[in-house]
């Protein structure tokens, strides 16, 4: 079993990102998908998630925090979850993890995104 994310980065304030989560070694399409942070000093929150249901996912959830500038999407043919993150802000800075929920939890690896001017 495999996550791997990518595209995490230095950006401006108010700039984007785009980060990517390549799953194997399980039924992606089964698997709801999720997105959570961790920064210095602090718990690991949840981000972003979207359920299994369909070829690009179900219902989705974000933290309140993020609403209206993050969007989850998934593709169940490319067995990939993305987060789209718009009009980003020195408090997104931190590790963002992807993860995998079914019968198990997976967790990848990690990427770093740095907010600063």
């Known amino acids: 079993v495999q996550l791997v994310e990518s595209g995490g980065g230095l950006v401006q304030p108010g700039g984007s990102l785009r980060l990517s989560c390549a799953a194997s070694g399980f039924t992606f399409s089964r698997y709801d998908m999720s997105w959570y942070r961790q920064a210095p000093g602090k718990e690991r929150e949840l981000v972003a998630a979207?359920?299994?249901?369909?070829?690009?996912?179900?219902?989705?959830n974000y933290a309140d925090s993020v609403k209206g500038r993050f969007t989850i999407s998934r593709d169940n043919a490319k067995n990939t979850v993305v987060l789209q993150m718009n009009s980003l802000k020195p408090e997104d800075t931190a590790v963002y993890y992807c993860?995998?929920?079914?019968?198990?939890?997976?967790w990848g690896q990690g990427t770093q995104v740095t907010v600063s001017s």
């Open positions: 993860r995998a929920s079914y019968l198990y939890h997976y």
């Open positions: 979207i359920t299994s249901r369909g070829g690009r996912g179900g219902s989705t």
